[in-house]
């Protein structure tokens, strides 16, 4: 707008620039606290800060003067200063002009005023406090929302007025209780989704809002009626209300809305760094108050305002102008120095002279320091001669108001970067906090660091989770039997716990079963069904102990443990056990232990630097013994095993059947890191020539893991099995169960209807104990060593039975198809004798620690009449210091014939009181005897 065109709007008078720049001079805040601008010029920084209230007073030109004023504050550059203008002359609510509903009314239109999207967003004030004493000051009055006052439930009532006011305010509420809302909830949702959207969460949030909201604590704490006089907050509310308060003091009750108006600019002027919208506010509120006089309640709303300013000492960032015919009679009292101030005669002494009297005279608190009466001359019609002079002289330079610019920091544009740098700092924070929790995840098995398992399992470069499971974890196992048996023992563990608390004289241990319990690919197989089944002959002997009572019987806990395929991860495995060893003093050893190759080699030895004994289930391999003294195995050795071999080859052929001749076919492993194959088919080749048999030795290629190339230039297994067809001597399989099955492919596809001969090792046990597996190939009859008798019963005839029909009622189905006990035998013999040496300690020494190496010397122990009937056989190790192996160890032959269970052909070693068959080798003497 054109300068020419906003001075036409302002009226012209002598003085008219002083008066204008006197208002912008006071309507100007300040950067750093509140005093304005003139004063800080002058060098005063001390006393207190206010706002006068200026008292325009003159003759019957003050509505054009008013809205003067007002123009001039509309078109302040380069905002509008929040102001509004109300003329008293037309408020006829009251004919007592000092009513409290005039003085509400009026503060009621001055908060609509300053509450105006024309003021800007910056600009705009919220009147949380006044808007609820104001509310409360209207109900019961009329058609008032909520109360009415009745006889029966008024605090209820009143209540429910609040509660629907606080709903009103909240978009969200008023959605959720409109009348389609409640239908459209009520009719596509659960009835508990409608219940608590509907009525309980907004019904809680009110009291949560009655006890923390800030008007709420406000009113209670305000020092005016008393408040805590009844000291509840619907009692005080029940007050304010009409027809209640007509009986209260009429001044209390003005000054508490003063106040609650007041505190409304307070808390929006208030600097805080983390709200730039009160730096924002460059410009104090202005209330313009036309047509003041004794005949309506300008004076006492003056009075109260300067009340409250002198009993509170708070700054309020309001500009007050009263225009009328006179001041206030108590603000007549300080014309002592410089009378009605004259704006011709004072100009810009005129605030400084207010503030001097305001520093000497204020700290009386009484009202009339405050007032800062102004004469305002006749106004000059535009037919006058000095007209057009006095606009250009007095209004010209005047009349455009520019209010200070906000600091650089609080500019919107500058707020609108921060938060968005806050927010692009908080998702890239946000981003490397999920990445680390992902990258967390990917190498913890997919678990969070929250989650009790992660900080004892690895994520493998191969995929496979590894490490050892304390809580619940599975391996992300995809075989559903053996996510049974594991969850079975981790609440056996949390049992074991329990009666450790209930009898702490009992001796409690934990072991780790270690083993391969997952493939590369993770995908069920043969050597599931293994691992499952040797895990559940190891829960078995744990839930025995957990029904026993004795003093000297151990509390068992079992920790399984995963080291990939083929035992490659053993290692790192062992890495966590010594951790977890420092953690957990009742660690005392390590069963399980699968595949007789380098990598469990590598196990053994790190296991024996970290000093904890192990027993392991089914390894056989000759080197394993060499590899540590706290190894031991509850099976025999690949010695023995070709020793049984070569008899029952003998056997065979001294049967004088068609087949076999009296010669050998070797299979084993050209992979270099399996030293079971390669061990076994060693033992073999010596003990078929101390037969007489002609040895022929072949190697084959077994499969690479994913990414890796082939150990070797030899055939495939399937290959080999194919060359096979036509020996008409035994074909002795010494390699793992899995390329077995590939060697039978090969003979079912060539020579199904007239197989040869076949014998595997001990190995193949686990393709048996698969039965779907076990019948791909019914055609060709096969037979193989196993480590127990191969007649399993779940009636209750043995202990490791007993137990298996208690927990694992559906492997007892399939006893019918599989070689379950060979498997489950061997993990139950190998805990029996961990907690058979704990009790032998606690027996003989009770004082003495529970430790791995006093465990390991227990063990060694373990023959003569203290040997163990176990469920594979009898397990002695002879007396010998450095025997780690049973002496005269059970070992079966199996055949397959068909898709049936196998059928034993004959065992040797000691069973119980049982013989072993006619063919076998010589039994070994035992020492000490």
Same mark, same amino acid.
């Given at each position: 707008?054109?300068?020419?065109?906003?001075?036409?709007?302002?009226?012209?008078?002598?003085?008219?620039?002083?008066?204008?720049?006197?208002?912008?001079?006071?309507?100007?805040?300040?950067?750093?606290?509140?005093?304005?601008?003139?004063?800080?010029?002058?060098?005063?920084?001390?006393?207190?800060?206010?706002?006068?209230?200026?008292?325009?007073?003159?003759?019957?030109?003050?509505?054009?003067?008013?809205?003067?004023?007002?123009?001039?504050?509309?078109?302040?550059?380069?905002?509008?200063?929040?102001?509004?203008?109300?003329?008293?002359?037309?408020?006829?609510?009251?004919?007592?002009?000092?009513?409290?509903?005039?003085?509400?009314?009026?503060?009621?239109?001055?908060?609509?005023?300053?509450?105006?999207?024309?003021?800007?967003?910056?600009?705009?004030?919220?009147?949380?406090?006044?808007?609820?004493?104001?509310?409360?000051?209207?109900?019961?009055?009329?058609?008032?929302?909520?109360?009415?006052?009745?006889?029966?439930?008024?605090?209820?009532?009143?209540?429910?007025?609040?509660?629907?006011?606080?709903?009103?305010?909240?978009?969200?509420?008023?959605?959720?209780?409109?009348?389609?809302?409640?239908?459209?909830?009520?009719?596509?949702?659960?009835?508990?989704?409608?219940?608590?959207?509907?009525?309980?969460?907004?019904?809680?949030?009110?009291?949560?809002?009655?006890?923390?909201?800030?008007?709420?604590?406000?009113?209670?704490?305000?020092?005016?009626?008393?408040?805590?006089?009844?000291?509840?907050?619907?009692?005080?509310?029940?007050?304010?209300?009409?027809?209640?308060?007509?009986?209260?003091?009429?001044?209390?009750?003005?000054?508490?809305?003063?106040?609650?108006?007041?505190?409304?600019?307070?808390?929006?002027?208030?600097?805080?760094? !983390?709200?730039? &919208?009160?730096?924002?506010?460059? *410009?104090? #509120?202005? =209330? $313009?108050?036309?047509?003041? @006089?004794? /005949?309506?309640?300008?004076?006492?709303?003056?009075?109260?305002?300067?009340?409250?300013?002198?009993?509170?000492?708070?700054?309020?960032?309001?500009?007050?102008?009263?225009?009328?015919?006179?001041?206030?009679?108590?603000?007549?009292?300080?014309?002592?120095?410089?009378?009605?101030?004259?704006?011709?005669?004072?100009?810009?002494?005129?605030?400084?002279?207010?503030?001097?009297?305001?520093?000497?005279?204020?700290?009386?608190?009484?009202?009339?320091?405050?007032?800062?009466?102004?004469?305002?001359?006749?106004?000059?019609?535009?037919?006058?001669?000095?007209?057009?002079?006095?606009?250009?002289?007095?209004?010209?330079?005047?009349?455009?108001?520019?209010?200070?610019?906000?600091?650089? !920091?609080?500019? &919107?544009?500058?707020?609108?970067? *921060?938060? #968005?740098? =806050? $927010?692009?700092?908080?998702? @890239?924070? /946000?981003?490397?906090?999920?990445?680390?929790?992902?990258?967390?995840?990917?190498?913890?098995?997919?678990?969070?660091?929250?989650?009790?398992?992660?900080?004892?399992?690895?994520?493998?470069?191969?995929?496979?989770?590894?490490?050892?499971?304390?809580?619940?974890?599975?391996?992300?196992?995809?075989?559903?039997?053996?996510?049974?048996?594991?969850?079975?023992?981790?609440?056996?563990?949390?049992?074991?716990?329990?009666?450790?608390?209930?009898?702490?004289?009992?001796?409690?241990?934990?072991?780790?079963?270690?083993?391969?319990?997952?493939?590369?690919?993770?995908?069920?197989?043969?050597?599931?069904?293994?691992?499952?089944?040797?895990?559940?002959?190891?829960?078995?002997?744990?839930?025995?102990?957990? &029904?026993?009572?004795?003093?000297?019987?151990?509390?068992?806990?079992?920790?399984?443990?995963?080291?990939?395929?083929?035992?490659?991860?053993?290692?790192?495995?062992?890495?966590?056990?010594?951790?977890?060893?420092?953690?957990?003093?009742?660690?005392?050893?390590?069963?399980?232990?699968?595949?007789?190759?380098?990598?469990?080699?590598?196990?053994?030895?790190?296991?024996?630097?970290?000093?904890?004994?192990?027993?392991?289930?089914?390894?056989?391999?000759?080197?394993?013994?060499?590899?540590?003294?706290?190894?031991?195995?509850?099976?025999?050795?690949?010695?023995?095993?070709?020793?049984?071999?070569?008899?029952?080859?003998?056997?065979?052929?001294?049967?004088?059947?068609?087949?076999?001749?009296?010669?050998?076919?070797?299979?084993?492993?050209?992979?270099?890191?399996?030293?079971?194959?390669?061990?076994?088919?060693?033992?073999?080749?010596?003990?078929?020539?101390?037969?007489?048999?002609?040895?022929?030795?072949?190697?084959?290629?077994?499969?690479?893991?994913?990414?890796?190339?082939?150990?070797?230039?030899?055939?495939?297994?399937?290959?080999?099995?194919?060359?096979?067809?036509?020996?008409?001597?035994?074909?002795?399989?010494?390699?793992?169960?899995?390329?077995?099955?590939?060697?039978?492919?090969?003979?079912?596809?060539?020579?199904?209807?007239?197989?040869?001969?076949?014998?595997?090792?001990?190995?193949?046990?686990?393709?048996?104990?698969?039965?779907?597996?076990?019948?791909?190939?019914?055609?060709?009859?096969?037979?193989?060593?196993?480590?127990?008798?191969?007649?399993?019963?779940?009636?209750?005839?043995?202990?490791?039975?007993?137990?298996?029909?208690?927990?694992?009622?559906?492997?007892?189905?399939?006893?019918?198809?599989?070689?379950?006990?060979?498997?489950?035998?061997?993990?139950?013999?190998?805990?029996?004798?961990?907690?058979?040496?704990?009790?032998?300690?606690?027996?003989?020494?009770?004082?003495?620690?529970?430790?791995?190496?006093?465990?390991?010397?227990?063990?060694?122990?373990?023959?003569?009449?203290?040997?163990?009937?176990?469920?594979?056989?009898?397990?002695?190790?002879?007396?010998?210091?450095?025997?780690?192996?049973?002496?005269?160890?059970?070992?079966?032959?199996?055949?397959?014939?068909?898709?049936?269970?196998?059928?034993?052909?004959?065992?040797?070693?000691?069973?119980?009181?049982?013989?072993?068959?006619?063919?076998?080798?010589?039994?070994?003497?035992?020492?000490?005897?």
């Amino acid at each position: 707008m054109a300068s020419n065109e906003l001075d036409s709007h302002i009226p012209v008078f002598r003085g008219a620039g002083h008066l204008l720049r006197l208002i912008a001079d006071l309507v100007r805040r300040p950067r750093r606290r509140e005093c304005p601008e003139p004063v800080r010029h002058r060098g005063v920084a001390q006393g207190r800060e206010g706002l006068p209230v200026i008292c325009l007073v003159g003759g019957d030109d003050h509505p054009q003067l008013a809205k003067g004023i007002s123009y001039f504050l509309s078109h302040a550059d380069p905002r509008r200063v929040p102001h509004c203008l109300h003329d008293l002359r037309t408020d006829t609510a009251s004919s007592d002009p000092e009513s409290v509903e005039a003085v509400r009314r009026t503060l009621e239109r001055l908060a609509q005023g300053f509450a105006l999207s024309v003021n800007g967003s910056d600009g705009r004030v919220r009147f949380r406090r006044f808007g609820l004493v104001n509310w409360l000051a209207q109900t019961g009055v009329g058609n008032g929302p909520g109360y009415t006052g009745g006889l029966e439930g008024n605090d209820h009532t009143l209540l429910q007025g609040l509660r629907e006011r606080e709903f009103r305010r909240r978009r969200l509420f008023g959605l959720l209780r409109s009348p389609e809302t409640e239908l459209a909830v009520d009719g596509n949702v659960p009835w508990w989704v409608w219940l608590f959207a509907v009525h309980v969460f907004p019904l809680a949030w009110f009291r949560v809002r009655r006890g923390l909201g800030c008007e709420y604590r406000w009113l209670l704490n305000q020092p005016y009626l008393a408040p805590r006089d009844p000291g509840t907050f619907i009692g005080f509310a029940e007050r304010l209300t009409a027809p209640h308060n007509q009986v209260e003091d009429p001044e209390q009750l003005r000054k508490l809305m003063v106040n609650a108006f007041l505190e409304d600019l307070r808390v929006a002027f208030r600097r805080r760094i !983390w709200r730039p &919208r009160t730096a924002r506010r460059t *410009a104090y #509120c202005v =209330a $313009l108050l036309d047509g003041v @006089g004794p /005949g309506n309640c300008g004076y006492p709303l003056l009075q109260a305002v300067i009340d409250v300013r002198n009993e509170t000492g708070a700054f309020d960032p309001l500009l007050v102008i009263s225009c009328g015919a006179g001041p206030p009679a108590d603000g007549t009292r300080i014309r002592a120095d410089w009378g009605h101030s004259s704006l011709w005669e004072l100009s810009d002494r005129l605030y400084g002279g207010w503030r001097d009297t305001f520093l000497h005279q204020g700290r009386a608190r009484n009202r009339a320091p405050w007032y800062l009466p102004v004469t305002v001359p006749r106004l000059m019609p535009p037919s006058e001669e000095s007209y057009e002079l006095t606009r250009r002289l007095e209004v010209a330079q005047d009349a455009r108001l520019r209010i200070p610019e906000p600091p650089l !920091w609080a500019r &919107r544009v500058v707020s609108v970067m *921060a938060v #968005c740098g =806050a $927010l692009v700092a908080l998702l @890239g924070a /946000g981003g490397l906090v999920l990445g680390g929790e992902s990258n967390y995840r990917q190498a913890h098995c997919g678990l969070s660091r929250f989650e009790d398992d992660a900080a004892t399992l690895r994520t493998a470069g191969t995929g496979e989770c590894i490490g050892v499971a304390r809580h619940g974890f599975t391996f992300h196992s995809p075989d559903p039997s053996l996510d049974t048996t594991l969850r079975t023992i981790y609440a056996q563990n949390s049992r074991a716990e329990e009666v450790h608390q209930a009898s702490p004289e009992r001796p409690f241990v934990t072991l780790v079963h270690l083993s391969a319990l997952l493939s590369v690919s993770g995908k069920p197989t043969g050597q599931l069904a293994y691992g499952r089944e040797a895990l559940q002959g190891a829960a078995s002997a744990q839930s025995r102990q957990l &029904r026993s009572t004795g003093a000297t019987e151990p509390i068992l806990r079992i920790f399984p443990a995963n080291a990939g395929s083929g035992m490659r991860f053993g290692t790192e495995v062992v890495d966590i056990l010594e951790q977890l060893k420092q953690q957990d003093p009742s660690l005392v050893g390590v069963t399980g232990l699968d595949q007789s190759r380098e990598a469990t080699n590598r196990t053994i030895r790190k296991l024996t630097a970290v000093g904890l004994p192990m027993v392991a289930t089914t390894l056989s391999a000759d080197s394993l013994v060499r590899q540590s003294p706290m190894y031991f195995q509850v099976s025999p050795q690949n010695t023995r095993e070709a020793d049984v071999a070569a008899a029952y080859a003998d056997h065979l052929v001294g049967q004088g059947t068609k087949r076999p001749t009296r010669r050998v076919r070797i299979i084993s492993s050209a992979d270099p890191s399996d030293t079971y194959s390669k061990t076994l088919s060693d033992d073999v080749a010596r003990r078929f020539r101390g037969r007489g048999f002609a040895v022929e030795r072949t190697s084959f290629t077994p499969p690479p893991p994913p990414g890796e190339e082939p150990s070797s230039d030899a055939p495939g297994p399937g290959a080999v099995g194919q060359r096979s067809c036509s020996y008409p001597g035994v074909v002795f399989f010494a390699g793992r169960s899995e390329d077995f099955e590939s060697l039978l492919g090969g003979i079912n596809e060539s020579c199904n209807s007239d197989p040869p001969a076949i014998i595997g090792g001990d190995d193949v046990a686990r393709l048996a104990a698969d039965a779907d597996r076990r019948g791909h190939y019914p055609g060709i009859p096969y037979d193989f060593l196993d480590f127990t008798l191969g007649s399993a019963r779940c009636d209750g005839t043995s202990e490791l039975y007993a137990e298996l029909s208690k927990l694992f009622p559906e492997e007892c189905a399939k006893v019918a198809s599989s070689s379950l006990d060979g498997h489950a035998a061997l993990g139950f013999d190998a805990v029996k004798l961990y907690i058979n040496a704990v009790k032998q300690l606690r027996e003989e020494a009770a004082q003495m620690p529970l430790t791995p190496p006093a465990v390991w010397h227990a063990i060694s122990g373990v023959h003569g009449d203290e040997a163990l009937d176990g469920e594979s056989g009898i397990i002695s190790f002879g007396g010998d210091v450095d025997r780690q192996v049973p002496l005269d160890k059970l070992l079966s032959v199996q055949h397959i014939d068909g898709v049936g269970r196998p059928a034993q052909a004959g065992f040797c070693g000691r069973v119980g009181g049982q013989k072993q068959s006619s063919w076998c080798p010589p039994l070994e003497a035992e020492q000490g005897r």
